[in-house]
C-alpha cells in the first residue's frame, strides 16, 4: 500500500502557510489567494499521468483514466469562508489527491474505472452570499435569474467576477456534461457539528443532508399604554410569540428534528407599550420528509392556539425551502464497513448544513459522505481543528470507501 496519510497532513500545513494568515484560511473564491492555492494543487497533480481542465463552471476536474469510462468521483473545495478553518474543504481535495496515487501506484496500467477528483468551485459563497456555485451549476439546480444578480460588498456582478476568471456566465450549466459517466460521487469533510466528539468517535457515514423549512411568523395583536391596559384587556402579540419560543423544544423532541427561532423584531417596540406585531422565523430541519411536515404542521397548530388564546392574529410567509436530499444506501454501507475495518467503530448521523454532495446526489448520482471528529465541533473559524490521528485515520478510511467503490463500479 502506498496510501501515506501522513503526506496529506503535510501538504495540508503546507496550503496552510501558503493560502493563510494569523486569522485563519483566506482561499475565498475568485481571489488571488484561491488561485494560488488552485495553482499549487495543480502541481501537486502534475507529478501524476492526468488530465487537469476547467469546466464551463470553473470546477476543475483531475482525471486518471480507467479501462472503462464509468468514472468514481471524489470531490471537494479549495476555496473557505475569510478567517476560515484549515480543513473545511482542503482536507476532502487533498484526501482525494492521496487516493488518486495510491491508485495509481496499485494498479499496473489504468485502474478498471476512471477516477476523477473535482475542486468544487466557490462552494462557500462567501463573496456573494449564495453557496455551492460551482456544483448547482452541474447539477443544474442553479438559478441563473438569482445568480445574474448577485454583488458582492464593493457593487460588482458575480458574472462579471467570473469573466475575469474566464467563466462565460452564459454557459455555467454545460458544466453538466462532466457527470455524464459520474457512476458515483464520494466527499469526505470535516463534521463541523459536535455529535461525533460527544461519542468518542472519530469518524462517521452521512445519511443525507437535512430538508429546510424557514418561516417568518408575524402574530397581530394591539398597541396599548402601559400603564393604562389591565393585563385582562390586552392583545399582546409578544406574549403568543413567547408561548411559541416554548412550544418549539416539546414539537422537535416529538419529531426527532431541530427547530430554531433566530429572530424576534417587536412593533412598535418601546417599553411603554404593549406589543402590536411580533414577527420570530422559524428554522426547522430534518432528514424524513414526512417528519418535516410534521413539524411544520405542529407549529402551525400551536401558532393558531396561542394566537386564539391571546387574542391575536397570526400569519406566515415562506422564506425558504428545501426537501431531504438523502444518499445511496448502498455507498453508506460501504462508507461504514470502511469505517469499520480502519477503527472499529462506525455511526450513522445527517448533515446539518449543505454540501457539493447534496448537488450531485440531486443530479441522481449515487453518492455518500464521511465526516471526520471536529475538535470543539467548530468550523468555519480558525480554531477549527481535528486531531491528527483523526486525519490519518479519516484518509485510510475514505481510501478504503473508493476501493469499495471502484470494485462495485466495475462489478
Ligand atoms: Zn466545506
Known amino acids: 500500500m ?21 486569522n485563519g484560511a483566506q482561499r475565498v473564491a475568485f481571489s488571488k489567494t484561491w488561485l494560488t492555492a488552485r495553482d499549487w494543487l495543480a502541481k501537486k497533480l502534475a507529478a501524476l499521468p492526468v488530465e487537469i481542465h476547467n469546466d464551463a463552471a470553473g470546477n476543475t476536474w483531475t482525471t486518471l483514466r480507467g479501462r472503462s469510462e464509468r468514472a468514481l468521483l471524489i470531490g471537494g473545495h479549495m476555496d473557505s469562508v475569510p478567517n476560515g478553518g484549515w480543513l473545511d474543504g482542503a482536507l476532502n481535495v487533498l484526501a482525494g489527491v492521496e487516493i488518486l496515487r495510491r491508485i495509481h501506484d496499485d494498479y499496473t496500467g489504468p485502474p478498471p474505472v476512471t477516477v476523477r477528483l473535482v475542486d468544487w468551485a466557490d462552494e462557500e459563497g462567501a463573496r456573494f452570499g449564495k453557496s455551492l456555485f460551482g456544483s448547482s451549476a452541474c447539477s443544474g439546480h442553479l438559478d441563473l435569474d438569482e445568480a445574474r444578480t448577485l454583488r458582492d460588498k464593493e ?25 455524464k459517466n459520474a457512476a458515483a460521487y464520494l466527499e469526505l469533510h470535516i463534521e463541523q457539528g459536535p455529535v461525533l466528539l460527544d461519542m468518542d ?11 429546510v423549512e424557514r418561516h417568518a411568523i408575524t402574530f397581530h395583536g394591539q398597541a396599548a399604554h402601559s400603564g393604562s391596559t389591565p393585563m385582562n384587556r390586552r392583545k399582546d402579540a409578544f406574549l403568543a410569540a413567547a408561548k ?53 404542521a405542529d407549529a402551525r ?46 455511526h450513522r448521523l445527517p448533515s446539518g448544513p449543505l454540501h457539493d454532495a447534496a448537488e450531485v446526489a440531486r443530479a441522481g448520482v449515487p453518492t455518500a459522505m464521511m465526516f471526520v471528529q471536529s475538535l470543539h465541533g467548530i468550523s468555519h473559524n480558525k480554531i477549527e481543528d481535528t486531531r491528527e490521528e483523526h486525519l490519518e485515520r479519516c484518509v485510510e478510511a475514505f481510501d478504503r470507501l473508493a476501493e469499495k467503490t471502484m470494485q462495485w463500479i466495475e462489478g
Request: hydrophobic fraction near 40%.
Open 244 to 296: 411559541m419560543s416554548l412550544e418549539i423544544y416539546p414539537i422537535a423532541a416529538r419529531h426527532g428534528g431541530v427547530c430554531t427561532i433566530g429572530s424576534c423584531t417587536t412593533k412598535p417596540g418601546i417599553v411603554t407599550s404593549v406589543v402590536e406585531d411580533c414577527r420570530i422565523t422559524l428554522d426547522q430541519r430534518h432528514l424524513d420528509a414526512a417528519a418535516l411536515a410534521g413539524m411544520l
Open 301 to 346: 397548530e400551536a401558532a393558531d392556539r396561542f394566537a386564539h388564546e391571546g387574542n391575536v392574529r397570526v400569519s406566515w410567509e415562506r422564506l425558504w425551502q428545501i426537501e431531504p436530499i438523502l444518499f445511496d444506501p448502498v455507498l453508506i454501507g460501504f462508507c461504514d464497513d470502511a469505517i469499520g475495518e480502519t477503527c472499529g467503530k462506525s
Open 2 to 22: 502506498s496510501l501515506n496519510p501522513k503526506r496529506t497532513i503535510a501538504e495540508l500545513k503546507e496550503l496552510r502557510a501558503l493560502t493563510g494568515d494569523e
Open 201 to 211: 468517535l472519530p469518524l462517521g457515514a452521512v445519511l443525507g443532508t437535512f430538508g
Open 155 to 179: 457593487g460588482k456582478l458575480l458574472p462579471d467576477v467570473l469573466k475575469e476568471i474566464g467563466v462565460d456566465f452564459g454557459r455555467v450549466k454545460e458544466s453538466s456534461k462532466e457527470l
